[in-house]
C-alpha cells in the first residue's frame, strides 16, 4: 500500500506546503512591512547612569512602507513632557518628527534616581500607537568626582616619582 500511496501523499504534503508558503508571503509579509517608520529612543541608553542634566535624543527611521514623518509626545515617569522644552506639562503634547532627523528634548535638574522616558506615537494613520521607554538612573554627579580623584592620585603619584629620581640621581653623583 505504501507504494501506491506514497507518491500521493507526497504531492499532497508538497502542496500543502506551496500554500502555507503562500499564505505566509501573501498575509504575514505585508503586515511586517506596513510598519512606516519607526521611532526609537537614542539617548539615554537603557539602564545607563547620566547627571541631572541630560538631552534625550530621539531617532526616526523609515522603513519599507515610508511615510516622512510622524508625530510623537513625551512622558518622564509617567507625566508629560513638551518635546521641545523638555518641561512638565498637564496635558500631553506632541511634535512633529521626520524620517532620518532627530529630536533632541533637554531634561534638567532632574532628582537623584531611576527614571523612565517613554515616547508614543503612531506609525500611520490606520496603525495603532506604539510605546518606546527607556529606564535610567541620575546619579549625583559622583561619576565625576571619581574621574577626578583618580586623575589628581595619578598626578601626585607622578610628582612623587619624579621626587624620588632626582633625589637618586642626586646621591649617585
Given at each position: 500500500?505504501t507504494?501506491t500511496h506514497?507518491?500521493?501523499l507526497?504531492r499532497?504534503f508538497?502542496?500543502?506546503?506551496?500554500?502555507v508558503?503562500?499564505?505566509n508571503?501573501?498575509?504575514?509579509?505585508?503586515a511586517a512591512?506596513?510598519?512606516?517608520i519607526?521611532?526609537?529612543?537614542?539617548y539615554?541608553?537603557?539602564?545607563s547612569?547620566?547627571?541631572?542634566?541630560?538631552t534625550a535624543?530621539?531617532?526616526?527611521?523609515?522603513?519599507?512602507?515610508g511615510?516622512?514623518?510622524?508625530?510623537f509626545?513625551a512622558?518622564?515617569?509617567?507625566?508629560?513632557?513638551?518635546?521641545?522644552?523638555?518641561?512638565?506639562?498637564?496635558?500631553?503634547e506632541?511634535t512633529?518628527?521626520?524620517?532620518?532627523?532627530?529630536?533632541?528634548?533637554?531634561l534638567?535638574?532632574l532628582?537623584?534616581?531611576r527614571?523612565?522616558?517613554?515616547?508614543?506615537?503612531?506609525?500611520d494613520?490606520?496603525?495603532?500607537?506604539?510605546?518606546?521607554?527607556?529606564?535610567?538612573?541620575v546619579?549625583?554627579?559622583?561619576?565625576?568626582?571619581?574621574?577626578?580623584?583618580v586623575?589628581?592620585a595619578?598626578?601626585?603619584a607622578s610628582?612623587?616619582?619624579?621626587?624620588?629620581?632626582?633625589v637618586?640621581?642626586?646621591?649617585?653623583?
Amino acid at each position: 500500500m505504501t507504494t501506491t500511496h506514497g507518491p500521493k501523499l507526497r504531492r499532497g504534503f508538497a502542496a500543502l506546503t506551496v500554500a502555507v508558503i503562500t499564505l505566509n508571503v501573501v498575509v504575514v509579509a505585508p503586515a511586517a512591512a506596513h510598519l512606516a517608520i519607526r521611532v526609537d529612543i537614542r539617548y539615554p541608553q537603557p539602564d545607563s547612569h547620566v547627571g541631572p542634566d541630560v538631552t534625550a535624543v530621539v531617532f526616526a527611521q523609515q522603513t519599507l512602507a515610508g511615510v516622512p514623518q510622524t508625530t510623537f509626545s513625551a512622558s518622564l515617569d509617567g507625566h508629560p513632557l513638551d518635546p521641545a522644552t523638555g518641561r512638565l506639562v498637564p496635558q500631553t503634547e506632541t511634535t512633529v518628527i521626520r524620517v532620518g532627523t532627530e529630536t533632541r528634548i533637554p531634561l534638567r535638574r532632574l532628582a537623584k534616581g531611576r527614571h523612565e522616558l517613554a515616547i508614543a506615537y503612531r506609525p500611520d494613520t490606520d496603525m495603532p500607537i506604539l510605546h518606546t521607554a527607556v529606564n535610567f538612573t541620575v546619579g549625583s554627579g559622583s561619576s565625576y568626582r571619581s574621574v577626578a580623584v583618580v586623575v589628581l592620585a595619578v598626578a601626585m603619584a607622578s610628582v612623587v616619582a619624579l621626587a624620588v629620581i632626582g633625589v637618586r640621581r642626586r646621591r649617585s653623583r
